[in-house]
């Protein structure tokens, strides 16, 4: 029921905010876009799933993989700090070292509710979880429309990803509570989940790659706003 209700809106404010913004908006933001798919894989790393699939999830299960996420996205967050300039001079693209910083730095922020995701999955939760991420779409939508309409361009499709973000992982906390604690870090835990996940993590990343290759070699050599 939530999906029959979430898919029409989304739909409807994606079709609002494409009239108020121009096809090289969309363009600008390909690339950002390609690098953060491929980075929120390697930051999951399979290790999500591989939290659902234990049958007794402790604390210490959940505070491990949430340090992990979060530092492999901030070293993904300071690595696409330093390329960033050098793929905007790389595609000739205006601004979209900003539009890189800006979107990675989304993916840190998501990379907090990954655990929290995981618990209410477990808990069959899965209508609250569709109504918290289309509630932070709304409210992000609102913010790229009014962005639009003011002219900011792809920055305000990177704001989207942004405010949806911050958004969507400060409704799971509110919701599931979980406070992860640095003292019940354990990598034997760490390798645990990673010889569960990491068969995800290698289909994951075959995907996303033969998936978005085109779109950087296309983007490149023809131009990424055509």
């Known amino acids: 029921v939530m999906n029959l209700i979430a898919a029409p809106v989304r739909f409807g404010l994606n079709l609002f905010l494409a009239s108020c913004l121009?096809?090289?908006?969309y363009g600008a933001m390909v690339i950002p876009g390609v690098i953060v798919g491929i980075a929120m894989i390697l930051v999951d790393s399979g290790f999500k799933a591989s939290l659902i699939q234990k049958s007794t999830l402790k604390a210490?299960?959940?505070?491990?993989?949430?340090?992990?996420?979060?530092?492999?996205?901030?070293v993904l967050f300071l690595l696409f700090l330093l390329l960033a300039f050098p793929l905007e001079y790389f595609?000739?693209?205006?601004?979209?070292?900003?539009?890189i910083i800006i979107?990675?730095?989304?993916?840190?922020?998501?990379?907090?509710?990954?655990?929290?995701?995981?618990?209410?999955?477990?808990?069959g939760k899965y209508g609250l979880l569709i109504f918290i991420e289309m509630i932070s779409y709304v409210i992000a939508y609102f913010v790229a429309i009014y962005m639009a309409k003011n002219s900011y361009g792809a920055m305000s499709i990177a704001f989207l990803a942004l405010v949806s973000a911050i958004f969507y992982s400060t409704g799971?906390?509110?919701?599931?509570?979980?406070?992860?604690?640095?003292?019940?870090?354990?990598?034997?835990?760490?390798?645990?989940?990673?010889?569960?996940?990491?068969?995800?993590?290698?289909?994951g990343l075959l995907e996303a790659v033969s998936d978005k290759f085109d779109e950087v070699v296309l983007g490149k050599f023809i131009g990424v706003y055509k």
Not at 91 to 99: D, N, P, R, T, Y
């Open 22 to 25: 121009m096809p090289k908006d």
């Open 60 to 74: 210490a299960h959940c505070s491990t993989i949430f340090y992990v996420n979060l530092l492999v996205s901030s």
């Open 91 to 99: 595609f000739g693209i205006e601004h979209l070292s900003q539009l």
């Open 103 to 123: 979107t990675s730095l989304s993916l840190v922020i998501r990379s907090l509710s990954m655990v929290s995701e995981a618990r209410m999955q477990i808990k």
């Open 172 to 203: 799971l906390f509110v919701v599931d509570r979980f406070i992860p604690k640095v003292k019940l870090v354990s990598k034997k835990l760490f390798w645990l989940h990673w010889r569960m996940g990491k068969s995800l993590l290698g289909q």
